[in-house]
């Protein structure tokens, strides 16, 4: 790499305010090494010197789970919006970027981790509803996570940052309109609400569930057979846990739908 460019992306990284984080800039001089040998120049040539080091630099603190600003991160690229999204999905493939962006880390970098619990428990329950209507749904894909949160801000009034969320999901506004519109639908069929609405949702799976010990809130009062589970959630590894308690309350949904 020529030295002029490890000057360009430094400059870059102290301007995104990510100095601090030394494994960054190595991570980010890695992906920029990485392009010049994999790219051709007319299939990079679109893009300038200082979008290329920005969109590693992107990229690298995605793969680190840092947070980043994007809006700082298109002035400094010089690109619009859909440029930037453009450049970036281009760079993830010429550089073979397969890692999908978790829930946690898609919070971290938009600023609302309070609402991952949430979207975490709304991802698995849609996964189970959309499951049940056809096979062959690529939930690896992006989309599904950003959603989530998307969903998980609204459903605690949190303002969701969908300007900033959508690039994560790799759609276009159209198709993000779909999706959010096939959310709706599940969010309105009941099949995510495990608890009683307030403050808190009624989605949040581990917090409303892990408060009453394993014990599934019902309409009502609680059932006998969510009090036996109470005692075993103590020793019950965790995923086990949430997918018993995940089933169980499909279940009482199918018996609700077949009795309506």
């Known amino acids: 790499m ?4 490890n ?4 400059h870059l990284v102290q301007k995104l305010g ?3 984080y030394e494994s960054l800039a190595p991570k980010a001089t890695e992906l920029q090494r990485l392009l010049e040998i994999r790219s051709s120049s007319g299939m990079m040539s679109s893009l300038g010197d200082y979008a290329k080091a920005t969109i590693c630099i992107d990229l690298a603190s995605s793969l680190l ?17 859909t440029a930037y999204a453009n450049g970036r999905r281009t760079l993830e493939k010429v550089l073979d970027i397969n890692k999908t962006l978790g829930i946690g880390e898609i919070c971290v970098q938009v600023g609302v981790t309070q609402v991952q619990q949430e979207a975490a428990a709304l991802l698995e329950a849609y996964k189970q509803y959309a499951g049940q209507g056809g096979a062959g749904i690529d939930f690896s894909h992006p989309q599904y996570a950003t959603m989530a949160v998307f969903q998980a801000c609204k459903r605690q009034k949190v303002k969701p940052p969908k300007t900033k969320l959508l690039p994560f999901s790799h759609l276009k506004p159209a198709q993000w309109s779909m999706l959010e519109k096939n959310w709706e639908k599940f969010l309105a069929t009941g099949a995510a609400d495990m ?3 307030g403050a808190n949702t009624k989605g949040v799976v581990v917090k409303e569930l892990a408060a009453r010990g394993g014990e599934e809130p019902a309409n009502g009062g609680g059932s006998s057979a969510a009090r036996k589970h109470a005692s075993p959630e103590k ?3 965790y995923q086990s846990w949430k997918k018993r308690m995940l089933e169980k309350a499909y279940r009482e949904l199918e018996l609700q739908r077949g009795s309506g």
């Open 2 to 5: 020529a030295t002029g460019d």
């Open 195 to 197: 608890g009683p609405k």
């Open 235 to 237: 020793i019950e590894p």
């Open 65 to 81: 789970g840092l947070p980043f600003d994007t809006d700082t991160a298109m002035k400094l690229s010089g690109l619009r919006k």
């Open 18 to 20: 990510l100095a601090h």
């Open 7 to 10: 000057k360009l992306l430094l």
